[in-house]
């Protein structure tokens, strides 16, 4: 009996299994084979010449990569870091306030709404050195505008500024969900106990909040490690490689540039160290979890 309900679950199964193959595994499986491959067009048919691992060994020589690299190790840490912080402090003061915060808690996920055209088209007009409004209100107190967008020292930081407002929202659903589910108990004993309370929020409520958080940072990490709207809405990755990052740099080699098995290359070697990364970090987390 055992082995027939066990033979159930694995034929219950099976469609799923099959449609995530055909959605998620075929596309990775080809990129992997394109990757092998210099793709050519002639007379409107696909013609792929096998060139080993040049492609992969090419990747080490581009200059924009290596940009692109570096600028989303900072979009990574910096945009993630700024959207968990946010978006915890937010959810301790809708979930302290109770039902009261719901037209609050409204206003706050409104940016995943928006569509990601309209939200480049926004702030570009915010961003903008003319008539901008972050300019205007600098010249409202007798300071010089700046050319936010267009300045290597403010692109970068302006286009995180975007995918913090964006983004931070997501954060803030997930972290109200966990800490609305915190036993009150243990708060409350930790406040008989003469706990203040940042005592409660550090011996207490951060310990209990810590698998929802790491869990937040990891997925957003994740998505900001994929950034691309916000750069090709916001700067193209100018000025010069300033907002470079690794999504746009395969979009340009691939769509752009019209190097499919380069472009194929660069997307197998990112899927490979983000899963890396990914494996890594959710073992530290389990062995913490276990010593703990």
Known sequence: MAHHNSLGKVLSLTPAVLIFAFLALLPVINLFIVSFHEVSWLGGTKQMDWVGVDNYVAIGDDPLFKAGVFNTIIVVLVA???????????ALACSSVGDRSRPFRALIILPLLIPGIVIGAIWRL?????FGIFN????SIGLSGHDWLGSPSTALAAVIVVDVWHWMPFAFLLLLA???????????????????AWQEFRKVTLPLLY???????LFRAVM???IFDEVFLLTGGGPGTSTEVVSFTIFQRYFLQ??????????VSIIFVVSVIIVIALNANKSKGLSQ
């Open 80 to 90: 993630t870091t700024a959207q968990v912080v946010i978006g915890l402090a937010l």
């Open 126 to 130: 915010m961003y903008n050195s003319e």
């Open 136 to 139: 205007l209100v600098l010249n």
């Open 178 to 196: 966990a800490v609305e589910s915190l036993p009150r108990d243990v708060s409350e004993a930790a406040k008989i106990d003469g706990a203040t």
């Open 211 to 217: 698998p929802a958080i790491f869990m937040t940072f």
């Open 224 to 226: 900001a490690s994929k």
């Open 258 to 267: 019209d190097n499919a098995g380069y472009g194929s290359a660069l997307s």
